[in-house]
């Protein structure tokens, strides 16, 4: 067996890192692709290693030099027209070595599982090309499978089709040609393809054209779960320093990018707050519907945007505004907060980072559960002399709740005492009995113009991706300082579709949110059997758990990441939190849950 690495591109998309080093010299994090891919091949009984190179070189001979003299026997085979070729034309220039023995052939700019190279050496069939199933972030060549793993279709990019990606696999480019399929298959036709189409073309066009015969003898081997990626460009440089991270850097890593997940999708983050059962497919397939019109539209302003939130909550179009999601909503009702104000901790710190901490008037219960009731809130803040008190209900991440009686009472007390409430029901559709526990209301707001209403469409509404929020106040004039505040075209067409249809999916809604709280029910059960955790009760989308004995919440956090792909969030970071070893882990599908319980478990 012997291995030949394309090393020969000039990298252009990955700008100043490629600007005097080929593709293969970039580091990530810490270690170049070329030093990984020739460590994991000195692994392996290789006759010899044959890097054709192109692109600066002579630097990369150089740089490689005789480090692997000991393990690996390294031939170059040079690509001097590299910027009029491609990698067809690389290929070629190897051919009679192709044929001399069975071949691993791989690409440069690849990071990998070192268990690849076992996969595809291990399986007996001789004639083997490495695929994942596709995602959205893969580029390029792409294949079909017969039942029996069989390639019956290299599909370039101009024959791709949205329509059919449950179909496609991407090629990892890394192949195995044992030395006959060489000798009278790939060596032959790659010969009349250059012949005929020139040598500015891809080695796969070749593979495809093989495809097509009775006999083609070239399988598929899906990689599964196994970690792969291309680096084209800086972002997909980052997400692969992402991917292979160590585990204290890996979590550090995804903390920082406070969201876009997607494009990890192997990874089940329960850091993720939102209802699992809704939207429905049916209103999902109606935004999809209208989908070419809402792009290249222009939506409308906060006059027909405030009006459409008033319908979705039943509430006058003067007492709401609508925001690029609750924190843009947050920022703005923050500068206009006057004085000191309360607030409860641990809390969502999205709103007490906003204000000066000299402003901050803080509450903490003083128990184990986190909670706390009206009582407790109105005891501890009536002589401390506040313009504002702050209430997430139910609150992040401990999940206490205030029933409407409670709230009622603290409106009251507030209003009594000239005291600003601003109550964040974010989460309120998830608590038990949730139809009756909201305050969106014309009659509670135009009672209480002191009172304000905050509340997320993302979380139990399930779209935070389309950035909507909306705040609501019986006090007209903050809410018109506000519309000023903010801009004018400030939620995009989607979000505004968004909300014109979402009258027709009220009943689904209800229904979703009635289906969650019994998962959750479900979902606590198993929680608590997992023997070194304390599971608070939640009226939430989220337990907040104490773990108890072997893990520190760090420690469980790295691990769930680093073993099973699986994203919770730690809460030692919050205030009122240090120290005292909690985790918040987030309510998803069955499905899901029940494969964190898995993890959980074996980790018990």
Not at 240 to 251: G, K, V, Y
Not at 420 to 433: A, T
Request: aromatic share 12%; charged share 25%.
């Amino acid at each position: 067996m012997q291995a030949i690495i394309l090393a020969a591109g000039m990298g252009r998309r990955l700008g100043e890192l490629t600007k005097d080093n080929t593709k293969c010299m970039v580091p990530v994090n810490g270690v170049r692709l070329i030093d990984r891919l020739l460590g994991q091949l000195s692994q392996l009984s290789l006759n010899r290693v044959i890097i054709v190179v192109g692109y600066q070189g002579q630097k990369l001979i150089n740089y490689i030099g005789h480090r692997y003299d000991d393990k690996l026997k390294i031939e170059y085979a040079d690509n001097p027209i590299y910027d009029k070729t491609n990698n067809i034309y690389s290929l070629s220039l190897v051919k009679n070595q192709l044929m001399e023995d069975d071949t691993l052939l791989i690409e440069s700019d690849l990071i990998f599982s070192d268990r690849l190279f076992s996969m595809i050496l291990d399986n007996p069939y001789p004639n083997l090309a490495l695929v994942a199933k596709y995602e959205s972030w893969m580029d390029g060549t792409m294949v079909r499978l017969d039942g029996d793993n069989n390639i019956v279709n290299f599909v370039p990019k101009k024959a791709f089709k949205y329509d059919d990606v449950d179909h496609y696999y991407k090629t990892v480019n890394i192949y195995k040609f044992s030395k006959a399929f060489s000798q009278h298959k790939y060596v032959p036709f790659l010969e009349a393809y250059c012949h005929a189409l020139g040598n500015n073309e891809y080695y796969e066009q070749v593979l495809r054209v093989i495809t097509l015969l009775d006999n083609a003898e070239l399988k598929a081997l899906p990689i599964g779960s196994e970690k792969w990626y291309e680096i084209d460009d800086v972002q997909d440089l980052d997400i692969a320093e992402t991917i292979f991270a160590e585990d204290e850097e890996m979590l550090r890593r995804f903390n920082y990018r406070y969201g876009g997940h997607w494009r990890f999708p192997k990874m089940l983050d329960y850091c993720y707050l939102v209802n699992p059962y809704f939207p429905t497919q049916q209103m999902k397939d109606e935004l999809r519907s209208s989908f070419d019109t809402l792009l290249t539209e222009y939506p409308s302003g906060m006059f027909v945007n405030s009006l459409l939130a008033g319908k979705y909550f039943g509430i006058r179009q003067d007492y709401v505004v609508v925001g690029n999601g609750a924190a843009e909503l947050i920022k703005s009702l923050m500068e206009d907060s006057d004085g000191k104000m309360g607030v409860i901790y641990p809390t969502f710190e999205e709103y007490p980072h906003r204000l000066r901490t000299e402003n901050i008037v803080a509450f903490s219960p003083r128990n184990n559960n986190l909670k706390y009731t009206e009582d407790d809130l109105i005891a501890f803040f009536s002589d401390k002399n506040i313009q504002s008190l702050l209430l997430i209900n139910p609150d992040n991440p401990s999940g206490n709740f205030i029933g409407m009686e409670g709230l009622q009472k603290l409106i009251v007390w507030s209003r009594e005492l000239g005291v600003r409430l601003i109550v964040d029901e974010s989460f309120v559709d998830f608590s038990d009995d949730f139809e009756h526990n909201t305050l969106l209301s014309n009659d509670i707001l135009s009672a209480n113009p002191h009172l304000v209403v905050m509340k997320s469409i993302s979380k139990s509404y399930g779209v935070p991706g389309l950035r909507l929020g909306v705040l609501a106040s019986g006090d007209t004039e903050l809410i018109k300082w506000v519309k000023k505040d903010i801009s004018i075209w400030n939620i995009n067409s989607f979000a505004e579709f968004y909300m014109q249809i979402f009258g027709k999916y009220e009943n689904d809604y209800k229904k979703a949110c009635r289906q969650f709280i019994a998962e959750r029910r479900r979902f606590e059960v198993q929680l608590k059997q997992i023997p070194y955790m304390r599971v608070l009760p939640t009226q939430a989308n989220y337990f907040c758990i104490e773990l108890i004995d072997k893990y520190s919440s760090t420690e469980l956090t790295k691990l769930l990441l680093a073993r099973y792909n699986i994203m919770i969030k730690d809460c030692d970071s919050k205030n009122g939190l240090k120290g005292r070893n909690f985790i918040r882990v987030s309510v998803r599908s069955q499905e899901d849950n029940d494969q964190l319980i898995s993890a959980l478990k074996e980790l018990a």
